[in-house]
């Protein structure tokens, strides 16, 4: 991975929330900020300016594929709208350029198969990131299911409820979500689950949805319906259930998660209330199973890379989930380590949502989702 300069050379595409990442970046000790990209330079300077990216000043690009042939990267952020994600991943395989893209990896089988093939052709990794794996309490309870506090886990649940209809303004790409009928944009339920139950990939699902109860500017009903609600069953056999919803009023943006084992139970709070674990191991003076708040087994259970950058962490998004995201990111390319979460996982995460689709056009028939290991 060292170059000339001894660090990884980083270049990001799209100033909307990925430049966020920028800080991240220029601060990892194993890499530097070497480019950024959108189509107009205004924008690039005022998100520079924004997270206050000083010396070394990164090299500002109007055009991705110049940006790609320059020279200048080694590894490529991409934080473009969804439907560019594939294409821009794929330029920057093919220049051997290591790729960090924002989720879900693509909507559309047939760009999830380009993919999968740029990957195997390429000398470079790719990853997607997932910030929602990294969340405090989701990595806190991964170590206690890894030490067997919940004994084997046969059930998962996740829900992201979000209106955002509000947002179509400042965030026109979510039209495209609209657009298609099913849980297409669901990595950040699906995701989280995955990485409390080892990994074990959803095989086949049923979704069906709620109706559509909502126009667009244009006073035409959405075609993906108000409410989404997808059970799957894993290729291990074990049961998932996610619901989603982005544009009932009063759903102010929140994840919840349930991890159910043989021996206990996670939930996550809805809004203010705090996680909480129960478990045969977790008894009162009595001997009585009884609920406890995640955050009194953080001292054991939090990994490392939370614990040593916490206080950096709490400065950036989501939780500070963004930040040890990054880092985890650039330690392992900087390593050469498999990456956390890499194209299998990626579209293990994104093809249930395009196989959503596909069911609740079929009023919630059943549909197996493909193994992409096994393509080509």
Known sequence: MVNAS???RVGIVGMGRTAAFMRPVAAHPHAT????????EDICRTALNRYGIEAPQPAIYTDYETMLQAGVLDAVIIGTPVYAHVPQSIQALEENIHVFSEVPATWSLD???????ACRASRATYMMGENSCYDRSIMTVRSMIEDGVFGYIHYAEGEYIHECLSLLKTTPWREALYAQNGLVYTTHEIGPIMSLIGWDRIARLSAIGSGSHFTDKNGQPYAQETRLVMQAQTAQGRLVRVCQDFQSPGTHSHHRYVAQGVKGRFESGYRDFPAQVMATSIQDEKGSLVWKNLSEFEANYLPDIWKRSEAEAKKHGHGGSDYVLINDYLDALWAEKPLPIDVWKAL???????????????QGAWVDVPDPRTWY
Do not use: H, T
């Open 348 to 362: 293990d995460m994104s093809l249930p949502g395009i196989l959503s689709v596909a069911s609740v056009r079929q």
């Open 33 to 40: 900020l070497a480019a950024v990209c959108d189509l107009r």
């Open 111 to 117: 760009e999830a198969k380009a993919l999968v093939r």
């Open 6 to 8: 001894g660090k990884i």
